[in-house]
């Protein structure tokens, strides 16, 4: 039986070339590697912490239901499901909330970064990562794929798990973590930034056209100097580009020093530009029904119900909930 891997993206908004080289490109590569049962899900309880329109959240969950196949998620080999279609998730971060140390919530990362720069802070910001765990231990998961960012979120979990085993009966597998290297996917037009759809002008958004591709990537950031080379200190830009140009093409960013060395910007950026057009052209052409994208996160649900609602049965009789 092979061990259980999850993982999931939240709904908020276009998805951009940092999604891709930082969960859905790896999200594939594991599927195909057939080493794990995955369980892919869509988070859209974690993104209302966001504010949202209605119509814009179930048009933003289907939009990444649709990026998930066009990635190359296949439903028959990996479970697929909309996170609100699985309520024990939430019941389970209820009884979190019942046990979890405020203490430890307090000193995350995400929480002291968000309530530094909000005047009003919401409670969800703060008890985001015990939805986080109860999603990775409803599932019995034995590995999470994640960015070394995400390492104190996951190890809540595994104190979680802890903490119930050894205050109740044993009920939760300690998760561990898969490291994913993923690039340093910065703005275009601020390298200094990290890509993201506040800042669309330096953004290279999964459905983008030809077009705006070729324009962004003309437009962005360089340095004074013409060498291409990789520098963080003193060529941010043009290291960014090298960086997106090596995870898309599988050329070390050395051999790409060497096969433009003595080229100037403008040769690389147009063959950057292909290569990014040709590595997006699924996400712009493959457009899945809603009826089948609902038809197959309805699939998905049924089957991770069967492992959650047995899951919090179990938890509830160890905590002495009566059935």
């Known amino acids: 039986m092979k061990p259980i891997l999850i993982s999931g993206i939240q709904p908020t908004g276009r998805l951009h070339l940092g999604n891709y080289l930082g969960a859905l490109k790896n999200f594939v ?40 196949l066009a990635a190359g998620l296949d439903p028959k080999k990996s479970t697929i499901f909309t996170q609100s279609h699985v309520p024990q998730s939430t019941e389970l971060a209820w009884i979190f909330n019942a046990i979890g140390p405020l203490g430890e919530l307090e000193r995350m990362t995400q929480y002291k970064d968000k309530s530094a720069n909000q005047e009003s802070v919401k409670v969800g910001i703060l008890t985001y990562p015990l939805l986080m765990a109860a999603d990775i231990l409803l599932y019995e998961a034995k590995f999470v794929p994640v960015g070394e960012d995400q390492l104190q979120h996951l190890e809540l979990a595994r104190t979680l798990a802890r903490k119930f085993n050894n205050h109740f009966q044993r009920a939760f597998i300690e998760p561990r973590a898969l490291l994913t290297k993923t690039p340093r996917v910065m703005s275009l037009n601020n390298p200094e930034k990290k890509m993201s759809k506040s800042l669309p002008e330096g953004c290279l958004f999964l459905d983008d056209s030809p077009k705006n591709i070729e324009f962004k990537i003309k437009r962005s950031v360089t340095d004074s100097g013409s060498e291409i080379k990789f520098d963080l200190q003193n060529k941010a830009g043009i290291s960014n580009l090298l960086e997106i140009y090596s995870a898309l093409s599988g050329i070390s960013i050395p051999e790409l020093e060497k096969k433009y060395a003595g080229n100037d910007y403008g040769q690389f950026k147009t063959d950057l530009t292909g290569v990014v057009v040709k590595v997006l052209k699924p996400f712009r052409e493959s457009k899945t029904s809603d009826t089948k994208l609902k038809s197959i996160l309805d699939a998905g649900a049924k089957k991770a119900q069967k492992i959650a609602v047995a899951k919090i049965k179990e938890v509830k009789e ?3 909930l009566l059935q």
């Open 318 to 320: 160890k905590i002495g």
């Open 29 to 68: 590569e594991l599927q195909n590697s057939g080493k794990y049962d995955c369980y892919f899900f869509i988070a859209d309880y974690h993104s209302l912490t966001i504010d949202f329109e209605p119509k814009e959240k179930t048009e933003e969950t289907l939009a990444v239901a649709n990026a998930y």
